[in-house]
């Protein structure tokens, strides 16, 4: 017996009704704590993507986050192993650790290239490079010049804690729509709605991961275009949080 037949009108009332999920309504965080907060309020002064008003280093993840512009929640699979099965023939596949695929990220560079001086310096930090002080200002730093330029050796690097952080890869939707408040002619219904405000459907946490990769950024004589520039990540897990507040 074959499945139901299903009316034009149901499935618009089911899928398109209800809405469908648009892949460009998403947020993406870096939430950086400890040794790295420390390390990027101390060394992030003198780069564009430092904010001079408010709360600096929050300020300046922010602006991160929004020159986000493409993202995948990255794949899951599991390593395997045969378990043979000699009385029925049989071959199962059992499994043991759960792999993680890498997370690339494209971000959009503002006038400032605050994606490339934003992780080139986070990559610096990881092997230990320490900018230098002007010498005009002790609290700002050149993000031209580097202390012990010769010396970058590998007792230098830091601790896994200190260069990692998680990451956060928000879904956003709306949910349906909300009458305006006027009524309509003679008492009638509100004649338009307009849209809901956002919602979170599920958030996705990447737990202790840092930027192993930072790809070629093209320039290029022929037709302008913005400048964009990828970063892969390594992280240890994922956490899915359906409906998170």
Known sequence: MGSPKISVDTYIQQIVGKGISASNLFEFEIQPTGVMREFWADNGKAYP????????????????????QDIQIPGTSFN??????????????MATARMYNELDVTFICDLGSSPISFFKLWQDMIIGIQPTKLPNNPGLYNPDTYADKNEH????????????????????EKFGVEKKSEPGLNGAEPTSTRPAEYQKAFKVRLGKAYPYSF?????????????KCSVAFFYEY???????S
């Open 80 to 93: 395997t192993f045969d378990l043979k099965m000699p009385k029925k023939g049989l071959t199962q596949k």
């Open 153 to 172: 050796l590998a007792y230098a690097q830091r601790y896994y804690n200190d260069y990692t952080c998680d990451l956060t890869i928000t879904k956003l």
């Open 215 to 227: 790809n070629t950024v093209p320039y290029s004589a022929g037709q302008s275009e913005a400048v």
């Open 238 to 244: 994922q956490h899915f949080v359906f409906k998170p």
């Open 49 to 68: 993507w430092y904010s001079n008003t408010g709360n600096q280093m929050d300020a300046g993840m922010y602006r991160m986050n929004l020159l986000c």
